[in-house]
Nanobody, 124 residues
């Protein structure tokens, strides 16, 4: 089992940057693939980015491609999401998730564990 806790959210102006972190506790963080999802007010949860267990393979959604980067440091049991060129449409609660089921995907059902989320607000 793994417990996840996000940090790094906040209020930023359009065009600004934030780096989210997701600290994992428990065993075998390096055996889990990881993902970032977000939920904007009044909208369904949306896949943002995913990374395999070693960190050698990543994928980001088209909506954030070229602006967001996912990475991980298995020695520190931490997942990151670097967000640049932020837009008001990026405003949402961001969640990190860990999975050891089907492999890294963009589907929430393939992730076993979830953090509580961190709010990101981008002002225009």
């Amino acid at each position: 089992q793994v417990q996840l806790g996000e940090s790094g959210g906040g209020l930023v102006q359009t065009g600004g940057s934030l780096r989210l972190s997701c600290a994992a506790s428990g065993r075998s963080f390096s055996s889990y693939y990881m993902g970032w999802f977000r939920r904007a007010p009044g909208k369904e949860r949306e896949f943002v980015a995913r990374i395999n267990s070693s960190g050698g393979s990543t994928y980001v959604a088209d909506s954030v491609k070229g602006r967001f980067t996912i990475s991980r440091d298995n020695a520190k049991n931490t997942l990151y999401l670097q967000m640049n060129s932020l837009k008001p449409d990026d405003t949402a609660v961001y969640y990190c998730a860990a999975g050891n089921l089907q492999g890294p995907t963009g589907w929430a059902r393939d992730y076993n564990y979830w953090g509580q989320g961190t709010q990101v607000t981008v002002s225009s």
